[in-house]
């Protein structure tokens, strides 16, 4: 079983849909990470969740939606989204939000049509 | 404004020869540099990284030097084969922590049997 395990692997959902993405480490690790993935553009973090507590929200609209039940696992809840929202979505962990040694699942290819 | 700028998208090399991907930043509080490494339809891994208090970092074949006056790091591959052809992203942090990590756009590495 690899450390950090994502799924879907892909999504297509239109604008008025409520989806999920759903992200599970096996590492133990106490960080949990959304990141965003556009084309073209650096990898952007979204939100940050340390012992299950969210230390860290970047901004992102209220269309998405992060929960965190544990440690390990982390879900990413999507509605009313945008064409523009269309990327690559990453789970990462890490130890704690100290470590900058982040271990990705393989990421949900979304597109929003 | 980008802070962490990987200006070349793309890099081929000849199999048994050195890849130097570049990096270069514009925070000067940047004190921790990473490389990670993203085969297609996987998550980035963790491939090699760098404190500011050195100048080089080794592990095998990969390399990381860092420029602190002119801002700049970059990454060595000797000798280059095949399977590192992938997107090599360049990320720095200031003052620790993943909740700070800044990532590059990428550089994608081609390396010719």
């Known amino acids: 079983e690899t450390g950090v395990t994502q799924t879907p692997r892909h999504l297509v959902m239109g604008m008025t849909n409520k989806k999920s993405l759903k992200c599970e480490q096996h590492?133990?690790?106490?960080?949990m990470y959304w990141y965003k993935q556009s084309a073209k553009k650096p990898l952007e973090l979204m939100f940050v969740?340390?012992?299950?507590?969210?230390?860290e929200n970047n901004s992102v609209p209220s269309r998405f939606s992060p929960e965190c039940p544990n440690s390990s696992h982390l879900f990413l809840h999507l509605h009313t989204l945008q064409p523009e929202d269309s990327a690559l979505y990453l789970c990462?962990?890490?130890?704690?939000?100290?470590?900058?040694?982040?271990?990705f699942g393989s990421g949900t290819q979304l597109s929003v049509l | 404004d980008q802070q962490v700028k990987q200006n070349s998208p793309s890099l081929s090399v000849q199999e048994g020869r050195i890849s130097i991907l570049n990096c270069d930043y514009t925070?000067?509080?940047?004190?921790?540099f990473l490389w990670y490494k993203k085969y297609p339809a996987e998550g980035p891994t963790f491939l090699i990284s760098?404190?500011?208090?050195?100048d080089k970092n080794e592990d095998g074949r990969f390399t990381v030097f860092l420029n602190k006056s002119a801002k700049h790091l970059s990454l060595h591959i000797v000798p280059s084969q095949p399977g590192d052809s992938a997107v090599y992203f360049c990320?720095?942090?200031?003052?620790?922590?993943?909740?700070?990590?800044?990532f590059g756009k990428g550089t994608k590495l081609t390396v010719n049997p």
């Open positions: 990462a962990s890490s130890r704690g939000v100290l470590s900058e040694k982040l271990f």
């Open positions: 590492l133990g690790h106490n960080a």
């Open positions: 969740y340390n012992f299950k507590e969210q230390t």
């Open positions: 925070n000067s509080m940047f004190d921790y």
């Open positions: 760098i404190s500011s208090i050195k």
């Open positions: 990320a720095a942090s200031a003052q620790g922590g993943s909740e700070k990590l800044v």
